[in-house]
């Protein structure tokens, strides 16, 4: 009987043998690696297999695209930030950490950054899965932070942060630009009084 993997990061395809998920770890960190070297356009799942030491077979396996296989890197990194330090801090600072935290999640890697904006635009199943979850995990981290039930609120900053993200990934603006937007925002769309619903 396989052991599952440990790390509670479940691949969207399937649950994973510990050997298997050595394998989507080594695929995840070479896709990196090949988009630092390759861009996006120039990055493939065969360059990447070959960066991983891997099959394209095998990495056809985990992954149905290249799309699939960024949107994933993104997945993984989110789900592994630190949860934000409850503390005493005002919902206003918490919000504003949370958007903050997401939005510097992969600034200092500008191929990956573009590259994440593109994938999860795609139209593959398992990125539509992928791109589900993503939005789970960031609603959940800021309604976390809002603390109280403002679902209106709630739906105004995951906008405000999908649409702040979109700048980025586009080059409009550069993620540090993208945090500091998203704080003045948060902090304007925090200071609005609640409406009834």
């Known amino acids: 009987m396989s052991e599952l993997a440990p790390t509670g990061i479940e691949a969207t395809r399937r649950r994973l043998t510990e ?4 394998t989507v770890d080594r695929l995840t960190v070479a896709a990196v690696e090949v988009l630092a070297r390759e861009g996006y356009s120039g990055t493939t799942i065969r360059l990447v297999a070959a960066s991983a030491g891997v099959g394209t077979a095998t990495a056809y396996t985990y992954f149905s695209s290249k799309e699939h296989l960024i949107s994933e890197v993104f997945w993984r990194r989110l789900v592994a930030l630190a949860p934000m330090e409850p503390g005493e ?7 504003v950490a949370v958007l903050r935290q997401v939005s510097m999640l992969v600034a200092d890697e500008p191929a990956l950054a573009g590259a994440v904006s593109s994938a999860l635009l795609g139209d593959d199943p398992d ?4 791109r589900v979850r993503i939005g789970r995990e960031i609603r959940r981290r800021l309604g976390e932070a ?5 679902p209106e609120r709630l739906a105004a900053l995951e906008l405000l942060y999908s649409g702040a993200l979109l700048q980025g990934g586009m080059g409009l603006l550069s993620y540090a630009q993208v ?5 003045m925002c948060a902090r304007r769309l925090m200071a609005e009084p609640a409406t009834d619903c």
């Open 146 to 150: 809002l603390g109280a039930k403002d």
């Open 19 to 22: 050997k298997q998920a050595d």
């Open 179 to 183: 945090a500091d937007l998203l704080d």
């Open 89 to 95: 801090a005002d919902a206003t600072t918490r919000v």
């Open 127 to 130: 990125v539509r899965h992928l």
